[in-house]
């Protein structure tokens, strides 16, 4: 199974190459991969061209796709007509504008060490009933490897604020996964200097996972009250000018927060220009501050799905692992009817993932990682959305 479906260069200027899928065309960066050229067979990513594939390898692929590519996309346009609902109106505006695509990323927590001390979060510092791991640069290594092997071309690698890993460590595990595999590289490690992120940057990570968390200042201050919430907006946005795809949003159902708030989350996000939004449920955490509020509603978080959508036709929404946990595959599905297509599947050596224990009970922690993906593009294929990332 491949998570994306190669396309040929018909054209190329500048940094931009046009890339033909059965008919449709595609534009794409080419800046991570040298000696490209018209006529070559290629996977693209997140709008970038990661990979040139041999003509071989291209047809192999091509040929599992060309009966259900345009099947998909008609199943998904009859589940798209006459909207009547505000979910079903999102449905209808993410398939006009993003078409059936849904991009399916892996992702690696490679430590659980955090310095912070946010008070919804089960991996903060003052946890200390929590056993702690991190992952070394070999180790990381061979998940990305394993990840690969299953045919996912793009990978978020996230931690807690973790000192252990300095500028120089972070650098140099970007640096060692480019030079094995040609993947998209989203890096999601907290607040660190631009410097960096640059620093990541130019080791040839192009993706960067970093949450506001919240846009309300008063609720700012009171679940992460040792940090400021200008100083990571602004961090964000200069990890938008240093040249990421910047995936950034909230949570949701956060004690004091309200129906405006999430409104005001949603146009934080946009003005940000996230290239995907990522926010799900609150969900409370028994040895946190927050361990006796309330997690939200599945409408709550439906209708802020539904709401981001109808503001960002063009955005790509996740769906979220916290909105799995809480209401399971069937909520994931709900969400890609109400205006998601994105979706993240854990990769996480199995003996780690339950110790990435931001909340309780996390989805896909004993799941391994073929039936997770046979789940997902099962799900997919059931609502006529095919598992790539052609759009930018
Ligand atoms: N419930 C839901 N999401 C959480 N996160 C941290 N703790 C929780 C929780 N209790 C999210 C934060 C963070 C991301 C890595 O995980 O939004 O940015």
């Keep these: 199974m491949c998570y994306a479906i190669p396309g040929r260069v018909v054209d190329i200027s500048g940094r931009t190459a046009v890339i033909d899928y059965f008919g449709e065309r595609r534009r794409a960066y080419i800046d991570l991969l040298e000696d490209v050229a018209i006529g070559d067979s290629v996977y693209a990513q997140g709008g970038f061209l990661i990979r040139k594939i041999s003509q071989k390898e291209a047809d192999e692929v091509l040929k ?27 449905n209808a505006i993410r398939q006009e504008h993003q078409d059936n695509s849904c991009c399916v990323h892996g992702i690696i927590e490679f430590s659980n060490f955090c310095r912070c001390d946010c008070f919804y979060c089960g991996i903060r510092n003052g946890n200390k009933d929590l056993r702690r791991y991190r992952m070394e640069i070999p180790e990381i290594l061979s998940a990305v490897d394993e990840a690969v092997s ?85 961090l964000i946005r200069s990890l938008k000018d240093i040249g990421y795809l910047v995936v950034t949003g909230f949570l949701i159902g956060l004690p004091g927060q309200r129906a405006d708030d999430i409104m005001k989350d949603i146009k934080t996000t946009s003005d940000l220009g996230a290239e ?101 593009v099962g799900l997919l294929r059931s609502i006529g959305r095919a598992p790539t990332d052609l759009s930018i």
């Design 150 to 234: 299953h045919g996912f071309q793009a990978l978020v690698l996230q931690s807690g604020e973790d000192p252990y890993y300095s500028d120089d460590k972070l650098e140099g595990i970007v640096q060692n996964i480019r030079a094995r595999h040609p993947v998209l590289i989203f890096v999601s490690v907290g607040e660190r200097s631009a410097d960096a992120y640059k620093r990541m940057y130019d080791a040839g990570a192009r993706g960067v996972l970093l949450r506001f968390e919240t846009s309300n200042q008063e609720i700012y201050k009171k679940i992460k009250p040792a940090s400021s919430m200008d100083l990571r907006l602004n």
């Design 276 to 376: 995907m939004f990522s926010f799900g449920p609150f969900i409370p955490h028994p040895q946190t501050p927050l361990a006796t509020e309330k997690a939200p509603s599945l409408k709550k978080v439906l209708d802020a799905v539904a709401n981001a959508r109808i503001m960002n036709p063009s955005a790509k929404i996740l769906v979220t692992t916290a909105l799995e946990t809480m209401w399971g595959i069937d909520g994931a599905k709900s969400a890609l009817m109400a205006g998601a297509n994105s979706l993240m599947i854990n990769v996480t050596p199995e003996k780690y993932r339950l110790l990435y224990d931001i909340y309780p009970g996390r989805f896909g922690t004993g799941i391994k990682i073929p039936e997770h993906i046979d789940m997902v």
């Design 64 to 90: 599992t796709w060309e009966d259900i590519f345009f099947k998909l996309k008609e199943q998904d346009k009859k589940l798209a007509h006459n909207p009547k609902n505000l979910y079903e109106r999102a």
